[in-house]
């Protein structure tokens, strides 16, 4: 051990054992008053006929409102039945680093013309995201394949990867080293407020997937009066950002990953993998050591291919498809197959807007532990029982290890003031594990929780289920609530799991079934 706590202090990070520090109980300073310029709404370039779209100018940095601006794009689809109208919907994907600026045509079908035509659609891209001024992309080549192991195989190659990590943050500081002080969730729910002042609403409803819990949660922290009705789906833990929530995040992907190998065990029929779960986890690593020695199409490498089976972590409705690819891949060898499901599920090749979004967001918002030898002990300590994801994700974060700008306090949610809020989970939820949940609708004391027993799936609302869509739909055209019960309010039974299609029918599920939130 000695050993390999040299080799970490001459990677040029330090051996201290600090934690994230704990969040602070005290509500964010409320900022001078600050009111957007009116926005300027047209056509939207990219989205179908009577979508609007304009700029919300706010400020970059809330302390200093008079100073630098940017510009947040805001989508808008209007209410079409005024006589029930309803005022203005926001809506966001999470990640962080989520586009929303076509959530108006996708909540339509979602919600149902009727109910959809008593609002006003809003959709939006939050600072630094997609549209919005500026958009912020650090390296856009660093997610290009063929990349390293994400699983170490020494110390050695742990260390490169540190080492690639800390290029990352040195290159985001060197783009935007200004803007990347203010890239919080706190900055990114005042943006909300000033979205609320330039559609000239005194109040706003809000749903929330995903990260965009978290987003609404503290925005009902800091302006709980200018919330009408709160929707949060797929719950972020607020006990648990970020650190630990990403090794929460570990072991609720490898029970997912677990469920997809018994399934595809249950149908060794169609696709020769295994007639146990034991055995697909085989055939799945025996795939990615075949990769590590040569990429499927020079693209496909291990590391791509966890990737791509990540995506069945978020919705079983792909696993029909991710079977299929390995088991081309395994019993044919058919590269192409394999590249293929890379280029739907886990290509992020030559853009890093999420990435960049995702990190200036998470690695300020709150500490994370400054020396690399704290995530030697736990990503070990999490690879021993979740080698699926363990390592992936710690380096999809380990640039907040040396992230230019030091993570801050967040105001501790609250939701004591917010008299209705709706929230949905699900108890195999692997991006967003089930204690979200409960903590959440633990500082929303009057909310109500809806739990589906064992889906699996992350983002329940507007996907078809009865018991789901009932309440979510109830809620939102009258604010009606399911009665208040000890532990969660309403049980609903889980979506079913998926059946192999026939052969000539296995393709990627279409966009409408397949949209998932947060997903990187």
Same mark, same amino acid.
């Given at each position: 051990?000695?050993?390999?706590?040299?080799?970490?202090?001459?990677?040029? /990070?330090?051996?201290?054992?600090?934690?994230?520090?704990?969040?602070?109980?005290?509500?964010?300073?409320?900022?001078?008053?600050?009111?957007?310029?009116?926005?300027?709404?047209?056509?939207?370039?990219?989205?179908?006929?009577?979508?609007?779209?304009?700029?919300?100018?706010?400020?970059?940095?809330?302390?200093?409102?008079?100073?630098?601006?940017?510009?947040?794009?805001?989508?808008?689809?209007?209410?079409?039945?005024?006589? *029930?109208?309803?005022?203005?919907?926001?809506?966001? #994907?999470?990640?962080?680093?989520?586009?929303?600026?076509?959530?108006?045509?996708?909540?339509?079908?979602?919600?149902?013309?009727?109910?959809?035509?008593? @609002?006003?659609?809003?959709?939006?891209?939050?600072?630094?995201?997609?549209?919005?001024?500026?958009?912020?992309?650090?390296?856009?080549?660093?997610?290009?394949?063929?990349?390293?192991? @994400?699983?170490?195989?020494?110390?050695?190659?742990?260390?490169?990867? /540190?080492?690639?990590?800390?290029?990352?943050?040195?290159?985001?500081?060197?783009?935007?080293?200004?803007?990347?002080?203010?890239?919080?969730?706190?900055?990114?729910?005042?943006?909300?407020?000033?979205?609320?002042?330039?559609?000239?609403?005194?109040?706003?409803?809000?749903?929330? @997937?995903?990260?965009?819990?978290?987003?609404?949660?503290?925005?009902?922290?800091?302006?709980?009066?200018?919330?009408?009705?709160?929707?949060?789906?797929?719950?972020?833990?607020?006990?648990?950002?970020?650190?630990?929530?990403?090794?929460?995040?570990?072991?609720?992907?490898?029970?997912?990953?677990?469920?997809?190998?018994?399934?595809?065990?249950?149908?060794?029929?169609?696709? *020769?993998?295994?007639?146990? #779960?034991?055995?697909?986890?085989?055939?799945?690593?025996?795939?990615?050591?075949?990769?590590?020695?040569?990429?499927?199409?020079?693209?496909?490498?291990?590391?791509?291919?966890?990737?791509?089976?990540?995506?069945?972590?978020?919705?079983?409705?792909?696993?029909?498809?991710?079977?299929?690819?390995?088991?081309?891949?395994?019993?044919?060898?058919?590269?192409?197959?394999?590249?293929?499901?890379?280029?739907?599920?886990?290509?992020?090749?030559?853009?890093?807007?999420?990435?960049?979004?995702?990190?200036?967001?998470?690695?300020?918002?709150?500490?994370?532990?400054?020396?690399?030898?704290?995530?030697?002990?736990?990503?070990?300590?999490?690879?021993?029982?979740?080698?699926?994801?363990?390592?992936?994700?710690?380096?999809?974060?380990?640039?907040?290890?040396?992230? #230019? /700008?030091?993570?801050?306090?967040?105001?501790? /949610?609250?939701?004591?003031?917010?008299?209705?809020?709706?929230?949905?989970?699900?108890?195999?939820?692997?991006?967003?594990?089930?204690?979200?949940?409960?903590?959440?609708?633990?500082?929303?004391?009057?909310?109500?929780?809806?739990?589906?027993?064992?889906?699996?799936?992350?983002?329940?609302?507007?996907?078809?289920?009865?018991?789901?869509?009932?309440?979510?739909?109830?809620?939102?055209?009258?604010?009606?609530?399911?009665?208040?019960?000890?532990?969660?309010?309403? *049980?609903? #039974?889980?979506?079913?799991?998926?059946?192999?299609?026939?052969?000539?029918?296995?393709?990627?599920?279409?966009?409408?079934?397949?949209?998932?939130?947060?997903?990187?």
């Amino acid at each position: 051990m000695k050993k390999i706590l040299i080799a970490l202090a001459t990677a040029g /990070v330090g051996l201290s054992t600090a934690l994230v520090a704990t969040p602070a109980t005290a509500a964010a300073p409320q900022a001078p008053d600050y009111s957007p310029p009116a926005p300027e709404w047209t056509q939207c370039a990219t989205l179908p006929a009577g979508i609007e779209c304009a700029f919300v100018t706010v400020p970059q940095d809330y302390d200093r409102p008079w100073g630098k601006k940017i510009k947040v794009a805001v989508s808008r689809k209007k209410a079409t039945d005024l006589a *029930h109208y309803q005022g203005a919907i926001l809506f966001n #994907p999470g990640g962080p680093g989520g586009s929303g600026l076509g959530y108006p045509v996708s909540m339509q079908t979602r919600l149902g013309a009727a109910l959809a035509a008593q @609002y006003d659609l809003i959709g939006f891209d939050p600072r630094g995201v997609g549209a919005s001024e500026p958009a912020l992309r650090c390296d856009p080549t660093y997610s290009n394949p063929v990349r390293p192991d @994400y699983v170490p195989g020494n110390l050695r190659e742990e260390l490169a990867w /540190v080492k690639k990590a800390q290029g990352y943050s040195r290159a985001c500081d060197q783009k935007y080293g200004d803007l990347l002080r203010n890239m919080t969730t706190v900055d990114a729910a005042k943006d909300l407020d000033q979205i609320r002042k330039a559609l000239g609403q005194q109040q706003i409803s809000y749903v929330g @997937y995903s990260y965009g819990t978290y987003l609404g949660a503290t925005y009902a922290t800091l302006f709980p009066s200018k919330v009408r009705r709160l929707v949060l789906d797929s719950i972020v833990n607020p006990e648990r950002v970020w650190y630990d929530a990403n090794i929460d995040q570990n072991h609720a992907f490898e029970a997912r990953q677990q469920d997809f190998y018994a399934w595809v065990a249950k149908y060794e029929p169609t696709y *020769h993998l295994g007639t146990t #779960p034991a055995e697909v986890e085989k055939a799945f690593n025996g795939a990615r050591a075949k990769l590590k020695a040569t990429p499927a199409e020079g693209r496909v490498g291990p590391s791509e291919l966890d990737d791509t089976y990540l995506a069945g972590g978020y919705l079983k409705s792909r696993w029909p498809f991710l079977a299929n690819a390995l088991s081309k891949y395994v019993n044919n060898g058919d590269n192409a197959a394999m590249a293929t499901a890379y280029a739907t599920y886990g290509d992020s090749s030559d853009d890093d807007n999420t990435l960049a979004v995702y990190s200036a967001v998470e690695c300020s918002d709150v500490r994370w532990p400054r020396d690399w030898g704290t995530w030697h002990r736990d990503w070990w300590e999490s690879y021993r029982s979740a080698p699926f994801l363990s390592w992936g994700n710690a380096w999809f974060n380990a640039q907040c290890q040396s992230w #230019p /700008v030091p993570g801050k306090q967040p105001p501790r /949610v609250n939701g004591k003031a917010i008299k209705n809020a709706l929230l949905f989970q699900d108890t195999k939820d692997a991006p967003t594990p089930y204690p979200g949940g409960v903590e959440m609708h633990k500082r929303f004391p009057t909310s109500r929780l809806v739990v589906m027993d064992g889906g699996g799936n992350h983002g329940l609302t507007g996907r078809g289920n009865a018991c789901i869509d009932d309440i979510w739909k109830a809620y939102l055209t009258d604010g009606s609530l399911p009665a208040s019960l000890p532990g969660p309010d309403v *049980h609903c #039974p889980p979506f079913p799991d998926p059946v192999p299609p026939p052969a000539t029918l296995r393709v990627a599920p279409t966009p409408q079934d397949d949209w998932a939130p947060g997903e990187r």
